[in-house]
């Protein structure tokens, strides 16, 4: 990764000069007379913070595509181009008028479904004896599977995005997770990809944590699921030989978890299931924090709490020979389960007690 960063370093420093660029624009008395502030039950910071992190990182991608800079930009602008509907709808929702879940939801899956059935060429083996006979046999259920799954991270991220630095710590663990695999297997060209989001993700970090300057919004955080699902599916397809699928759960467990979660919570209490609400992991980690301690520091300071639920699946894919073994992956995953429920109720009861 050193070498990719030297041979490269004015590339990024532009990138770092893009989001100062961007960030002081959105902070121009006439650029906010047209801002549409955020706020809502599940908003814990306070104050003016803009949405644009994920506006600077499609700019960027863009600009290295546009004058190939690397050897994978042709890769990654066909990424962008195919991202576009959703893209589009989500920036008029973090800049200008709100857009309801369901046409934000339509437009992510006609992205997601253009991905699938016309820029992804072969699909991971799903290591379930009857559904990968569907899959296999049934194109059609391919399709809708996948699609499925890109929808579901793609809203996973957008969840966690909030607290200081929690979503790109989740996009930075994930990326190194595969760096670590693609190392593992010896593929070169998907280590490059990767490693060159995860620069770009760690130069974002630097504005959103500890101090937060921007955030994601939902074109950063939609767009992060979109490139990460895209790259997890096309990897390990191209490796079916030599990874197993149930490690790209393990990677993903966290945000994907968090959502289902919710959503469980939500159909429990009778709740709609697009509403927003307060109740998620972050929220309660946070509330018990911000009783004790000023909110400037209650809120990096849930990102690093919640360090052993992102950083998890980095750590057990180091320790443990996962490339062959489902055993070791679902004991990966049935300890993130307990980790995630018991941390949740842990802070549920400190809420309520308020200890």
Not at 183 to 199: E, R
Not at 238 to 259: D, G, Q, R, T
Request: proline residues 4%; aromatic residues 22%.
């Amino acid at each position: 990764m050193s070498d990719l960063f030297l041979n490269n370093i004015y590339i990024f420093l532009f990138f770092i000069g893009l989001n100062f660029f961007l960030i002081r624009i959105s902070n121009f008395k006439s650029f906010l007379k047209f801002y549409r502030n955020y706020d809502a039950i599940q908003k814990i910071h306070f104050g003016y913070i803009p949405r644009i992190a994920g506006l600077s990182l499609f700019i960027f991608l863009l600009f290295i595509s546009f004058n190939n800079l690397f050897f994978f930009s042709n890769y990654i602008f066909m990424i962008l181009m195919i991202s576009v509907p959703f893209v589009c709808i989500s920036l008029f929702e973090d800049f200008f008028i709100e857009i309801s879940p369901l046409i934000r939801s339509i437009f992510l899956i006609l992205s997601a479904s253009f991905l699938v059935i016309f820029f992804l060429k072969d699909y991971p083996t799903i290591e379930l004896p009857l559904l990968n006979y569907f899959v296999n046999n049934y194109p059609f259920i391919n399709y809708i599977l996948f699609i499925f799954c890109i929808y579901i991270l793609c809203n996973s991220i957008n969840l966690v995005d909030g607290v200081n630095g929690l979503a790109f710590f989740n996009c930075i663990s994930i990326l190194m997770s595969l760096i670590l695999l693609s190392i593992k297997i010896n593929d070169p060209y998907f280590q490059s990809i990767f490693q060159f989001l995860l620069l770009c993700y760690l130069i974002q970090l630097f504005f959103n944590f500890p101090i937060s300057k921007f955030f994601m919004g939902d074109l950063g955080s939609y767009f992060a699921g979109f490139i990460l699902s895209t790259l997890i599916i096309d990897f390990f397809a191209k490796n079916n030989l030599l990874i197993n699928s149930w490690i790209a759960v393990l990677i993903l467990f966290y945000p994907i978890f968090e959502l289902l979660f919710s959503t469980l919570r939500r159909f429990y209490l009778r709740k709609g299931l697009t509403s927003p609400d307060n109740n998620h992991l972050h929220h309660l980690v946070y509330n018990f924090l911000n009783k004790r301690l000023s909110s400037k520091f209650a809120n990096p300071l849930t990102s690093i709490i919640l360090l052993p639920l992102w950083f998890f699946p980095f750590l057990w894919i180091s320790y443990f020979d996962v490339l062959n073994s489902i055993f070791l992956c679902f004991t990966g995953i049935a300890l993130q389960v307990c980790l995630y429920i018991s941390t949740y109720f842990f802070f549920k009861k400190l809420n309520i007690c308020k200890i």
